[in-house]
């Protein structure tokens, strides 16, 4: 059974950064896709970013490419949120979430899901 656990959020300025980190055990870290979703209160849940060994390059939402970057690191069965010029909208829990093998943009069911981490944007 896939488990994921959260941690790295808290506060930042506008402009800061902030790095998330999800642990991954039960399952090869590369043999999943692993995704960030974000939810903010009264606001729908989205797909941030998501990464797997399987495909070519790494999925990144239109409101955070050029300042998410996601890595990964299978000797600690880690996967990273690098979030740099952060902003207040960024102001959300973060979530990671994995499903098998692709990522396909994040349009698919992820059915394993970590417990989340807040992360708040000063304004």
């Known amino acids: 059974e896939v488990q994921l656990v959260e941690s790295g959020g808290g506060m930042a300025d506008t402009g800061g950064s902030l790095r998330l980190s999800c642990a991954v055990s039960g399952v090869p870290v590369n043999a999943y896709a692993i995704g960030w979703f974000r939810q903010a209160p009264g606001k729908e849940r989205e797909g941030v970013s998501c990464?797997?060994?399987?495909?070519?390059?790494?999925y990144y939402a239109d409101s955070v490419k050029g300042r998410f970057t996601i890595s990964s690191d299978n000797a600690k069965a880690t996967v990273y949120l690098q979030m740099n010029n952060l902003k207040p909208e960024d102001t959300a829990v973060y979530s990671c979430?994995?499903?098998?093998?692709?990522?396909?943009?994040?349009?698919?069911?992820?059915?394993?899901w970590g417990q989340g981490t807040q992360v708040t944007v000063s304004s």
């Open positions: 979430a994995a499903r098998p093998m692709f990522c396909w943009s994040m349009t698919q069911t992820f059915p394993y």
């Open positions: 990464i797997s060994s399987a495909e070519g390059a790494p």
